[in-house]
């Protein structure tokens, strides 16, 4: 069965989604797998491609949820993706009044973490430096004018390894 790519963007104009979630762990399986259709629906991503921008997203939402947010409030997941140039994807919280943290904070500390070896982490808090940084090319972190964070990932479509899996000494492949 032939694999139908960009269907949803036959004249390439850019493709908006936005979908609202309450700060509920019970609702981000949903967003897993619209990202994963999504993706391989629209992309010519490998499987391994798709499962890892599946893994950039549910990161960037659990955060958002974890430490972004208070109890019963929501968070905004925006997928705009333009046919054969890019898929940018931003997590919007609100902010938690009780562990406030700014942008600037966020990319102090991912400047630090990045340069910091797997083994000096605990189970915990790898994410953004190891999934978010290798995995997509840009990351865009700012402070949202009304409180809390918007975190915006951009991965560009005009790459040839994102069509064949790729072999274990690859830098992409990281061992979380």
Do not use: C
Not at 38 to 57: G, H, K
Not at 91 to 108: C, F, L, R, S, Y
Not at 112 to 119: P, Q
Request: glycine share 4%; aromatic share 8%; net charge negative.
């Amino acid at each position: 069965m032939e694999k139908i790519v960009g269907t949803l963007q036959k004249d390439n104009n850019p493709v908006e989604i936005k979908i609202e979630l309450p700060t509920n762990a019970y609702f981000m399986s949903g967003i897993r797998d619209f990202t994963l259709s999504l993706i391989e629906n629209m992309t010519d991503f490998s499987s391994q491609w798709a499962y890892r921008f599946q893994s950039v997203v549910d990161e960037l939402a659990n955060n958002a949820i974890e430490h972004g947010s208070k109890a019963n409030d929501k968070i905004l997941v925006t997928f705009y993706t333009v046919a054969d140039k890019e898929i940018r994807i931003t997590v919007e919280d609100h902010g938690n009044p009780q562990k406030p943290i700014t942008a600037a904070e966020i990319m102090k500390i991912l400047e630090t973490n990045k340069n910091k070896d797997k083994k000096e982490f605990s189970i915990r808090g790898r994410g953004l430096a190891f999934i978010i940084d290798k995995w997509t090319d840009e990351l865009i972190v700012e402070d949202r004018p009304n409180g809390g964070l918007k975190f915006t990932v951009v991965k560009h479509l005009k790459d040839d390894s994102f069509k064949t899996l790729e072999q274990s000494d690859d830098p992409k492949n990281i061992v979380i």
